[in-house]
């Protein structure tokens, strides 16, 4: 709705409480469920106030559009948060609670111990942790004989480069857990998981001191956004 003042035209935004109740995030998702309420009027409904005459579901639309979409809002600092008008720290903070809140239960596997029968398992397992961070982590699976889950741990952080990867600590915490094999993976901060060749050059000298250490690697998963690459399936890196 706009009003003139002389030739200049002003927008006016009515506040949430001037909508329809039926219109309001909260009272919508009371009424049709989480799921049927858009991204913008869940963090409306985080965000609770507007600022600026502006109302709370027009902020909550501008921070999306700013970093772009859901995904880019999650890798935004809080300093980078607070760019956005209308967003303080404490609005910037409670963003980034829930959203950590959101990516902790993705993470959570229904199951005690999950098992990996395919590299869609393995990517599966970790993309909602490892797709969004800002620099390459190196993470392990590591199996019993039954391909279950023992631990996930975080060994390496940085690029991929067998320069500074010591390949015989990979190998440190397989063997403490006593794994029958293990899972590589590790992250493009690009979101593009095609393998480089550093990525290639690294998973074959795992898969060499695997053997001589007789735990075997099973696969070298690389994560993008919303995206995987198995080297195993490409034949890279695996003799």
């Known amino acids: 709705m706009e009003s003139a003042i002389g030739d200049k035209k002003i927008e006016y935004v009515p506040m949430i409480r001037d909508l329809a109740e039926a219109d309001r995030p ?5 009424q049709v469920g989480a799921q049927a309420v858009s991204t913008a009027e869940l963090l409306a409904i985080i965000l609770r106030t507007g600022t600026g005459g502006e109302n709370v579901l027009r902020l909550a639309e501008r921070l ?3 970093f772009t979409d859901l995904a880019g809002l999650s890798r935004a600092s809080i300093a980078e948060l607070q760019t956005v008008k209308g967003i303080g720290p404490a609005k910037a903070i409670e963003v980034k609670a829930a959203l950590e809140i959101g990516r902790r239960l993705l993470a959570t ?5 999950p098992k990996i029968t395919s590299p869609a398992d393995a990517a599966n397992l970790l993309m909602s942790e490892m797709m969004f961070l800002e620099q390459e982590h190196l993470r392990l ?6 391909n279950q889950v023992l631990r996930t741990p975080t060994v390496y952080k940085g690029s991929l480069n067998t320069s500074v ?4 600590e990979l190998f440190r915490a397989a063997l403490k857990e006593n794994a029958a ?8 901060p690009s979101g593009d998981p095609s393998p480089s060749p550093e990525d290639v050059n690294v998973t074959r000298q795992m898969v060499q001191a695997g053997k001589l250490l007789d735990i075997e690697v099973l696969d070298h998963v690389v994560i993008g956004h919303q995206r995987y690459v198995s080297l195993k399936e490409r034949g890279l890196g695996f003799s």
Do not use: C, K, Y
């Open 165 to 168: 990867i010591r390949i015989g």
């Open 181 to 188: 094999a293990i899972i590589v993976a590790h992250n493009h």
């Open 64 to 66: 999306l559009v700013h």
């Open 141 to 146: 699976i590591l199996l019993d004989t039954r």
């Open 26 to 30: 909260r009272e919508r998702l009371m």
């Open 109 to 113: 596997s229904p199951q005690e111990r």
